[in-house]
């Protein structure tokens, strides 16, 4: 049996002073503050109150979560677009939301991103960095297990594979 955190049970204006800092710290999705109210003991109609309470006073806003979340993963983890959308979507985002913080993200982000990344890999398969910028610029060839590798890794870290073989020519057969 899993071990879980007993509820707090507390009253409802206790959980909006808790919610409201809660918010205020990082933005949050609705759903990762209707957890929040479940594990404080609130009931269904209190959640909905203070969820009320909470989207009327700006604390919670899905869009502004939405295009923080796509911005901070892109800039600061530097994940692809689909691992963004997997993402938004575990957090409750709707579908066209989903598209427009994904709209933000320009390409030459994801070229870089994607580039760095593929640095690392063939780093990690042994190569100098002599070699690797080489093999970036298109100078020499590496095996085919290799290229799979890093479409591989490329693809948990959530670039498709048409974007992978658009900006590193490398990678085509």
Known sequence: MAWQKKAQFVTVSQAMQKLEKYCA??????????????SLGL??????????????NDFLNESRFA?????GKSKIKNWGSEKIRQGLKLAGVSDSLVNQALGQLTEVETDNHLEKWAQKKLRNLG?????????ISGNKDIPFEHKQ???????????????Q?????FLKN
């Open 25 to 38: 710290y990082q933005e949050r999705s609705q759903k990762q503050v209707q957890e929040k109210c479940r």
């Open 43 to 56: 009931t269904e109609a209190e959640t909905g109150e203070v969820m009320v309470h909470l989207l009327q």
């Open 67 to 71: 295009f923080a979340y796509a911005r």
């Open 127 to 135: 190569y100098s960095i002599s070699e690797v910028e080489q093999v």
């Open 149 to 163: 590798k890093i479409k591989q890794f490329l693809f948990g870290k959530g670039f498709r594979v048409e974007e």
């Open 165 to 169: 073989l658009l900006t590193l020519g």
